[in-house]
């Protein structure tokens, strides 16, 4: 068998049936507390792994609303626009994230000056 075989036949649907239960599971914490931030982050970073970038994005500013103490959603979302051409958003979550002692995105972003 290939390995092609193995990624797409039972490595991938074993993934997607991990994450598929990861949502569930956060979905049924905002069944009982629909202001948890921490949830709404989980969601965005396990819709970033299926690839729904738009998605991700609204659940982490809803993360980032309920939450706005906390610098992870920052990051995530600032990596976003970052990766889609969006350097102002980024620069502005990267500073939101260092303000609350997270430096990675800054670092990240001040190596490419060419993104200010």
Same mark, same amino acid.
């Given at each position: 068998?290939?390995?092609?075989?193995? %990624?797409?036949?039972? #490595?991938?649907? &074993?993934?997607?049936?991990? $994450?598929?239960? &990861? $949502?569930?599971?956060?979905?049924? #914490?905002?069944?009982?507390?629909?202001?948890?931030?921490?949830?709404?982050?989980?969601?965005?970073? =396990?819709?970033?792994?299926?690839?729904? #970038?738009?998605? *991700?994005?609204?659940?982490?500013?809803?993360? #980032?609303?309920?939450?706005?103490?906390?610098? *992870?959603?920052? =990051?995530? =979302?600032?990596?976003?626009? *970052?990766? %889609?051409?969006?350097?102002?958003?980024?620069?502005?979550?990267? %500073?939101? *994230?260092?303000?609350?002692? &997270?430096?990675?995105?800054?670092?990240?972003?001040?190596?490419?000056?060419?993104? %200010?």
């Amino acid at each position: 068998m290939s390995d092609h075989f193995w %990624r797409k036949q039972v #490595i991938q649907p &074993a993934l997607n049936n991990d $994450v598929d239960e &990861a $949502v569930a599971e956060q979905k049924s #914490i905002l069944a009982k507390n629909p202001q948890n931030a921490k949830a709404y982050f989980a969601l965005g970073t =396990l819709s970033h792994f299926q690839g729904e #970038i738009e998605q *991700a994005m609204r659940y982490f500013q809803k993360s #980032i609303e309920l939450d706005p103490n906390d610098a *992870a959603p920052h =990051l995530s =979302l600032g990596r976003l626009y *970052a990766v %889609r051409g969006e350097y102002e958003l980024a620069w502005n979550h990267a %500073r939101a *994230a260092e303000h609350l002692g &997270a430096c990675d995105l800054v670092g990240m972003l001040e190596r490419y000056p060419n993104l %200010r």
